[in-house]
């Protein structure tokens, strides 16, 4: 049963900010600790909204240890191999089962599918843990603890207002995030942004297993299978196309690649990212919305201010090209549960010193490892994008050289365990 809402001023050990793909990884990794949890959650109903499909062997191993990987196989799809071409030729291909591991591929579903996954065992870890509506407005780092003001979403009385108390503070509340901007900590643009346009299509029957993808003179297009005979498609564009449709991407794709991503039929399922319409609605509908989203690069300029903890999007803002953000964010969660078990450790009066000096200790390295993950997926994530800009001339000549030298012995293994994140 879950909590009267009297208990809500009881202390906590973690209280997270945020119920998104990052912010459950972390409730079910302390909950599986046995901690003392509560997590609050702005929506008040779980997103129905596709964002990040791509799960990555690091990713997998973490599902695994709170008890939610089989399930999750049995729906998604298991990418084995990528492909790259220009101009209709192959230019090369990587094996994702030669990189070694238990998991030698990456699983691709829907976030929402994911979410769902990680939400239904939350529940069966700790009933009642999650406080859905409810938004955050202030928080006081008191030195032992951290209180966190709220509001219920929707309401403008007193009534309306709560407190949560915890030992720490953990924000999970993504690119945008409340918590971030209340513990003062900084947060600072990295290189050039980008835009694109994306929708989810029914698959045309091509290598249903191969991700592919097109580097091409105008820029690029990526294509990934899905679940349920669906593929994404992803096409850079040279400005943000809001209002456009699924033939306007559909067009885009014909143009660049030669190929009908939609076909006669027209069966479409466009549950990309914001601004998507309801998947029943869309389904065989050309006029359909694409999703349009805008790519830009962040770094928090800490991740650990007192007893506040980020994880996340609310960290680093990743560009989702490569698909590293949830997965890197669940790496995150990962290598902070056993940071805030050994903080949370009770100790004898006369030893609470060299706990607490163990604990910062701890959670310096957390911040210290998980900011230098986050800088070198900036990077690799930069170089991504930067392979898909609109290329001519020389610089194709170059770039197409290059793509071929990488798939290539003995480079093909590294770049396959690059893009498989085996690096985090």
């Given at each position: 049963m879950p909590d009267s809402p009297d208990a809500e001023a009881r202390l906590r050990d973690v209280i997270i900010v945020?119920?998104?793909?990052?912010?459950?990884?972390?409730?079910?990794?302390?909950?599986?600790?046995?901690?003392?949890i509560v997590v609050v959650e702005r929506r008040t109903e779980p997103s129905l909204l596709s964002r990040a499909i791509g799960i990555h062997p690091p990713g997998l191993r973490a599902l695994e240890q709170i008890g939610v990987l089989d399930d999750l196989l049995a729906d998604a799809v298991k990418i084995s191999e990528?492909?790259?071409?220009?101009?209709?030729?192959?230019?090369?291909?990587?094996?994702?089962?030669?990189?070694?591991?238990?998991?030698?591929?990456?699983?691709?579903?829907?976030?929402?599918?994911?979410?769902?996954?990680?939400?239904?065992?939350?529940?069966?870890?700790?009933?009642?843990?999650?406080r859905e509506g409810v938004t955050v407005s202030g928080?006081?780092?008191?030195?032992?603890?951290?209180?966190?003001?709220?509001?219920?979403?929707?309401?403008?009385t007193e009534s309306g207002v709560r407190s949560f108390c915890g030992r720490f503070v953990v924000g999970a509340d993504g690119a945008r995030s409340r918590v971030r901007a209340a513990a003062g900590i900084?947060?600072?643009?990295?290189?050039?942004?980008?835009?694109?346009?994306?929708?989810d299509l029914a698959d045309r029957g091509v290598r249903s297993s191969t991700a592919r993808l097109f580097f091409e003179r105008a820029g690029v297009v990526e294509s990934f299978p899905l679940p349920a005979g669906r593929r994404r498609w992803v096409a850079l564009t040279e400005s943000l196309m809001l209002d456009s449709?699924?033939?306007?991407?559909?067009?885009?794709?014909?143009?660049?690649?030669?190929?009908?991503?939609?076909?006669?039929?027209?069966?479409?399922?466009?549950?990309?990212?914001?601004?998507?319409?309801?998947?029943?609605?869309?389904?065989?509908d050309r006029r359909a919305p694409a999703s349009a989203f805008?790519?830009?690069q962040r770094l928090a300029d800490r991740m650990v201010s007192g007893r506040v903890v980020l994880v996340g999007d609310a960290a680093h803002e990743i560009s989702p090209i490569g698909g590293q953000g949830m997965n890197l964010g669940w790496l995150d969660a990962v290598a902070l549960a056993p940071v805030l078990e050994?903080?949370?450790?009770?100790?004898?009066?006369?030893?609470?010193?060299?706990?607490?000096?163990?604990?910062?200790?701890?959670?310096?390295?957390?911040?210290?490892?998980?900011?230098?993950?986050?800088?070198?997926?900036?990077?690799?994530?930069?170089?991504?994008?930067?392979?898909?800009?609109?290329?001519?001339?020389?610089?194709?000549?170059?770039?197409n050289a290059l793509v071929?030298?990488?798939?290539?012995?003995?480079?093909?293994?590294?770049?396959?365990?690059?893009?498989t994140m085996r690096w985090l």
């Open positions: 945020g119920a998104g793909p990052v912010g459950m990884m972390l409730a079910c990794q302390l909950a599986v600790r046995g901690l003392d990528g492909e790259v071409s220009c101009d209709g030729a192959l230019m090369g291909r990587l094996s994702f089962t030669r990189v070694g591991g238990r998991h030698p591929f990456v699983a691709a579903l829907p976030q929402y599918e994911t979410e769902s996954l990680l939400r239904a065992r939350f529940a069966q870890l700790c009933p009642g843990g999650l928080l006081l780092d008191q030195g032992d603890r951290v209180e966190l003001h709220t509001t219920d979403v929707g309401s403008g900084g947060w600072r643009t990295y290189g050039r942004g980008a835009s694109y346009l994306m929708a449709s699924v033939s306007d991407l559909a067009a885009l794709i014909r143009d660049r690649v030669g190929e009908d991503a939609v076909g006669r039929g027209g069966g479409t399922t466009p549950d990309g990212a914001d601004g998507a319409s309801d998947v029943a609605r869309a389904a065989g805008a790519v830009q050994l903080a949370l450790q009770p100790g004898p009066s006369d030893q609470r010193a060299a706990a607490a000096a163990r604990a910062a200790a701890a959670l310096a390295g957390y911040e210290r490892t998980r900011l230098r993950a986050a800088r070198m997926a900036v990077r690799q994530a930069g170089f991504n994008m930067a392979m898909g800009r609109p290329a001519t001339g020389i610089r194709l000549t170059a770039r071929r030298t990488l798939a290539l012995p003995p480079t093909r293994g590294l770049l396959a365990r690059a893009f």
